[in-house]
C-alpha cells in the first residue's frame, strides 16, 4: 500500500462491520482515517479523502481509498480528530508488516490490525474496551461455527455409518 506520498491524517473513525457471508455477526472492525490536504486536490480528488482500512480473518488486510468515511452496512464505534496530525509514514510501516504475515494465524487479527491502526495514530486509549469486546465476539463467532460444523459432520458420519450397516444386512 503506497500511501507515503500522502502528507498524513487528522481524524479516525472506528466501524463494527459484518464479516463477509455472515450479516449476522457484526465484530468486524474498520478502520478509516482521513487524509490532510496539504495541496490542491490532484487526479478528480474531492475535498475530503479517506483510507479504508480492514483485515479480513483468514484473507488478508484490505484497503480502499474513498470520498467519505462511512463504511456500507456498519454501525460507527467512535470519531476522533487527531490533535497533531498522524504522518502517512506511520501508518504505511504498519501496514507493510501486516502485508508480510501474509496469512491469517488467529481469528482475534482482526482486532489486532485495527489496534495497531489506532496505536500508530496515539488514539488507542480511546477504542481499548471496543477491541476487547471485539476479541470476545469474534471468538465467540469462531467456536459456534467450529460447533456448527462438529455436529454436520456427525450427522455425516452417522449416516454414513447407518448406510453402511443396512448395505451389510442386505448382502448377508
Known sequence: VDIRRRWGFDRLHVY????????EAVVLPVVVLRVVMQHEPVDGEGAEVFLHLLYVPFF???YMWSPRHEVSQATL????????????????D????????????????????????TSACRMQEYYATHFELVRKELLAFYEAEKEKRRKKNATALTAVATGSAMLLCTVQ
Open 16 to 23: 463494527s462491520a459484518p464479516l463477509p457471508m455472515h450479516p
Open 77 to 92: 464505534v467512535g470519531c476522533t480528530p487527531s490533535m497533531t496530525p498522524v504522518f502517512s509514514f506511520r501508518i504505511a
Open 94 to 117: 504498519l501496514l507493510d508488516e501486516w502485508l508480510e504475515r501474509r496469512k491469517t494465524k488467529t481469528i482475534e487479527e482482526p482486532a489486532e490490525f485495527a489496534e495497531g491502526i
Open 60 to 62: 488478508g488486510m484490505r
